[in-house]
């Protein structure tokens, strides 16, 4: 909790905070609001003029939920949580990132099962068996000709990645590595290519969505793979580097000065700091700029610095681009400013 909130009890210190995009229950549109995760609810929060208003907008009783991680309902928003309440009430969150929308599940599926410490521990071995979808998409590569590295590629069979993933240790047995081959499709790393495994995707049992079989094929994706026309008409050059971090902030604007939360992506060779509306169903930034030249600084929290418009939350830091811009942003907590200062500063 921020210091500059009032201080609440014990059993009311929040687990999490943070920006997820919420859908909405009437107008089936998606808005951003601002989350503290407690030990029993899950209260959200609307933002105004860069603040959180001082009442929850809503809060979400966790007794009863059940979650969906990875919720693959939306196609085109593979990072979605799913709560549903034992009132049967949905609710969908978006995260900016795999590792943000692990951390936000495991805690909250936490706070559903506290006090149940056999159901906590598996929910640590799920958070280790995404590390390691991470470490099996960094070797993935080998499986791919020479010149399929960065782009899309086919796979020999689907009987070739199980081989493949006991060979290089990931799993001890054909099933486990069918369960990881399953895993890998969900979180959209590889997809079914043909009559045979796009008609077994439909079966909930992973060793039937995920085939041991030679005949069987599947296609491996590389998150630098792009399809989207409208990314290579705003600067492919610029979209193409490594994404170094992403996550929400709060940017005030250039011309109204009002605040709107963001997502934020840096990326590295070259070095760009790109932001997206977090609302909008397309992947197309709304801005963005060079690194190259630019100061970074923290501004202090107490007063409103000059520049600065309406009642700030805090958390304040600033970039000045060598055309002499300067943006205003607010990260959510003393501790994220600090780490997004560090990840900018070297790229500048």
Same mark, same amino acid.
């Given at each position: 909790?921020?210091?500059?909130?009032?201080?609440?009890?014990?059993?009311?210190?929040?687990?999490?905070?943070?920006?997820?995009?919420?859908?909405?229950?009437?107008?089936?549109?998606?808005?951003?609001?601002?989350?503290?995760?407690?030990?029993?609810?899950?209260?959200?929060?609307?933002?105004?003029?860069?603040?959180?208003?001082? *009442?929850?907008?809503?809060?979400?009783? %966790? $007794?009863?939920? +059940?979650?969906?991680?990875?919720?693959?309902?939306?196609? &085109?928003?593979?990072?979605?949580?799913?709560?549903?309440?034992?009132?049967?009430?949905?609710?969908?969150?978006?995260?900016?990132?795999?590792?943000?929308?692990?951390?936000?599940?495991?805690?909250?599926?936490?706070?559903?099962?506290?006090?149940?410490?056999?159901?906590?521990?598996?929910?640590?071995?799920?958070?280790?068996?995404?590390?390691?979808?991470?470490?099996?998409?960094?070797?993935?590569?080998?499986?791919?000709?020479?010149?399929?590295?960065?782009?899309?590629?086919?796979?020999?069979?689907?009987?070739?990645?199980?081989?493949?993933?006991?060979?290089?240790?990931?799993?001890?047995?054909?099933?486990?590595?069918?369960?990881?081959?399953?895993?890998?499709?969900?979180?959209?790393?590889?997809?079914?290519?043909?009559?045979?495994?796009?008609?077994?995707?439909?079966? *909930?049992?992973?060793?039937?969505?995920? %085939? $041991?079989?030679? +005949?069987?094929?599947?296609?491996?994706?590389?998150?630098? &793979?792009?399809?989207?026309?409208?990314?290579?008409?705003?600067?492919?050059?610029?979209?193409?580097?490594?994404?170094?971090?992403?996550?929400?902030?709060?940017?005030?604007?250039?011309?109204?000065?009002?605040?709107?939360?963001?997502?934020?992506?840096?990326?590295?060779?070259?070095?760009?700091?790109?932001?997206?509306?977090?609302?909008?169903?397309?992947?197309?930034?709304?801005?963005?700029?060079?690194?190259?030249?630019?100061?970074?600084?923290?501004?202090?929290?107490?007063?409103?610095?000059?520049?600065?418009?309406?009642?700030?939350?805090?958390?304040?830091?600033?970039?000045?681009?060598?055309?002499?811009?300067?943006?205003?942003?607010?990260?959510?907590?003393?501790?994220?400013?600090?780490?997004?200062?560090?990840?900018?500063?070297?790229?500048?």
């Amino acid at each position: 909790m921020k210091k500059t909130q009032p201080r609440v009890t014990r059993e009311e210190e929040p687990v999490l905070c943070g920006f997820p995009p919420l859908q909405g229950h009437v107008v089936r549109n998606w808005k951003v609001r601002w989350f503290v995760l407690l030990q029993d609810k899950l209260l959200y929060y609307k933002i105004e003029g860069g603040k959180k208003e001082p *009442s929850p907008k809503g809060r979400i009783l %966790l $007794d009863g939920c +059940t979650i969906t991680c990875p919720c693959l309902e939306y196609e &085109n928003r593979p990072l979605l949580i799913k709560l549903k309440t034992k009132t049967n009430t949905d609710y969908f969150l978006e995260c900016c990132s795999r590792e943000e929308r692990d951390s936000w599940a495991l805690d909250i599926t936490g706070a559903i099962h506290a006090g149940h410490p056999v159901q906590v521990q598996e929910l640590h071995r799920m958070k280790n068996s995404f590390k390691l979808l991470e470490n099996i998409i960094g070797k993935a590569p080998e499986l791919m000709d020479g010149e399929g590295q960065g782009k899309a590629a086919f796979l020999p069979a689907g009987s070739a990645l199980v081989d493949w993933l006991i060979s290089n240790s990931f799993a001890v047995s054909r099933f486990e590595a069918v369960t990881l081959a399953s895993m890998l499709m969900d979180e959209n790393f590889i997809r079914p290519v043909g009559v045979r495994s796009t008609e077994a995707t439909r079966s *909930s049992d992973p060793s039937e969505k995920f %085939l $041991d079989d030679s +005949t069987a094929l599947y296609m491996f994706v590389s998150e630098k &793979n792009t399809s989207s026309k409208e990314e290579v008409h705003f600067n492919i050059s610029e979209l193409s580097g490594t994404i170094v971090k992403q996550g929400f902030l709060v940017k005030q604007g250039h011309k109204r000065k009002n605040w709107k939360v963001r997502k934020f992506v840096l990326r590295a060779d070259p070095g760009f700091l790109h932001y997206y509306d977090p609302t909008k169903e397309d992947n197309k930034p709304v801005g963005g700029f060079s690194l190259r030249g630019c100061l970074v600084s923290a501004l202090e929290d107490n007063g409103v610095p000059a520049g600065v418009k309406g009642n700030v939350q805090g958390n304040l830091f600033k970039i000045i681009t060598k055309n002499d811009i300067h943006y205003y942003i607010q990260a959510s907590s003393k501790a994220e400013r600090v780490q997004w200062i560090e990840a900018i500063k070297p790229l500048t």
